[in-house]
């Protein structure tokens, strides 16, 4: 299957899915990973009156985390899959609620830019009935109107944009680290070692062992540990999750007009197939972020060597100098080499171990997930508990009987 980051295919029917048993109130559940995925269904978890243990091995948002950059860009337009279009609703209705309750700025609505280089955009188009159906609506402007508004922005060779209001950016780090402090506020217990399973045994998992040489058990585990997943399980997901390496970079606005450049949307270089140029240029003041979404090579997410590639560096250059030129010589700042954790087809991973229904995984973010933590945590939650089936579209039997 493909690797894509825009277009996880439609659901697919599947057979398979397993009983989950009921989990009581106040049953202990651990939860290991505190990015994105992990952090918030383990607060949601202990919202619903769980006894939650959460493990990381590096901390909430750490450098080597999928989470652990700066920003990560939150947007409407999911093609035509509307699971994922209803998940970014649920999601960014959370972003607003739980960033006015901790009194913390997590969200930057600036809106996303899709700069078109074809008068139809299929994948935009696609999301068009689902946004009416919320009463939303995208801006489509000419590139004449667009030239005139952005004119940080060369124009020449594209057919227009649309701008994605409700969408902007999201500060990554400092939101894992804003929902593991809500957690512990909550009374969930946090505790900072690596976390490896003990051997199944009689249909369950029966305890993580810490790098501190102590036992923790319960009786539910969570493993939502990104990239490491594969190499955690390695009979189940060595050939589910695959991290490959990728680049960010941020570079030096011009002094005297920094303020305006950080104030442009995100834009997304879009209409030339899978591999495209994005960008948030409002990154925490780290500069003008740029990447270039094209996997990258497999890598293991705590030994990869994450200084920048200076061909890669060079390719981003060429592209900043032809689409924003007061940029083109502007100085690199800052990079970061993170990993995209793919499940094969893009789509999410929520679903229990085939030997043991109390051991589960949550992962396969595919380049995708950061957006959806808040909501994603609160539907994991649920059935993790047993409160809801799997979802077919995140179960591992689609994978396995595709
Ligand atoms: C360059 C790049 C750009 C992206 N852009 C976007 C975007 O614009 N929008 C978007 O929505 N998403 C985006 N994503 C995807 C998104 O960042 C990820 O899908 C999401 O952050 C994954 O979160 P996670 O919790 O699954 O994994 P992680 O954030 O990697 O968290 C896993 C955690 O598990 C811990 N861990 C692992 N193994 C163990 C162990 N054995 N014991 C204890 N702890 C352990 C790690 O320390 C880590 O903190 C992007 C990703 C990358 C790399």
């Given at each position: 299957m493909e690797i894509r980051t825009f277009a996880p295919p439609s659901e697919r029917p599947v057979v398979l899915l397993k009983a989950v048993p009921l989990l009581k109130a106040k049953s202990e559940i651990v939860v290991v990973g505190a990015g994105a995925f992990g952090g918030w269904t383990a607060l949601h978890l202990q919202l619903l009156g769980y006894r939650v243990t959460l493990i990381d091995?590096?901390?909430?948002?750490?450098?080597?985390?999928?989470?652990?950059?700066?920003t990560r860009v939150i947007r409407s337009t999911y093609g035509s899959n509307e699971t994922y279009f209803d998940l970014n609703r649920r999601a960014w209705q959370l972003w607003q609620n739980y960033e006015a309750l901790w009194g913390v700025k997590l969200l930057h609505r600036t809106g996303v830019l899709w700069l078109c280089y074809q008068p139809e955009v299929p994948f935009i188009d696609a999301t068009l009935p689902y946004m009416k159906k919320h009463g939303l609506s995208y801006e489509y402007i000419s590139a004449d109107e667009a030239r005139y508004r952005y004119p940080q922005i060369f124009f020449d060779d594209l057919h227009h944009a649309v701008l994605d209001r409700e969408a902007g950016y999201l500060m990554a780090r400092e939101g894992c680290k804003a929902v593991v402090a809500a957690f512990i506020q909550a009374g969930g217990h946090y505790i900072q070692a690596q976390a490896l399973p003990l051997p199944i045994k009689n249909g369950q998992l029966p305890g993580v062992v810490l790098s501190t040489g102590s036992i923790v058990q319960a009786q539910a585990y969570v493993w939502?540990?990104?990239?490491?997943l594969g190499y955690l399980f390695p009979e189940i997901l060595g050939n589910v999750i695959t991290a490959t390496r990728q680049e960010v970079y941020y570079f030096g606005m011009p002094e005297a007009h920094a303020a305006a450049w950080e104030a442009l949307p995100v834009w997304i270089d879009w209409s030339r197939g899978e591999e495209f140029f994005y960008g948030i240029p409002g990154s925490g003041y780290r500069g003008f972020k740029v990447a270039y979404d094209k996997r990258g090579e497999i890598i293991h997410p705590t030994h990869m060597d994450r200084q920048p590639t200076a061909s890669l560096v060079e390719q981003s250059r060429r592209f900043l100098a032809h689409r924003f030129p007061a940029m083109a010589h502007a100085p690199l700042v800052e990079a970061r080499v993170c990993q995209y954790e793919n499940s094969p087809d893009g789509n999410f991973i929520l679903d229990c171990h085939p030997e043991a229904n109390n051991c589960w995984f949550l992962g396969g973010g595919s380049g995708h997930g950061y957006k959806h933590g808040p909501a994603l945590g609160e539907w994991a939650a649920q059935i993790i508990t047993g409160a809801k089936p799997i979802e077919t579209l995140f179960s591992l039997a689609r994978i396995t009987t595709a």
């Open positions: 091995a590096f901390g909430p948002g750490n450098s080597r985390s999928s989470s652990g950059d700066e939502a540990c990104g990239a490491w």
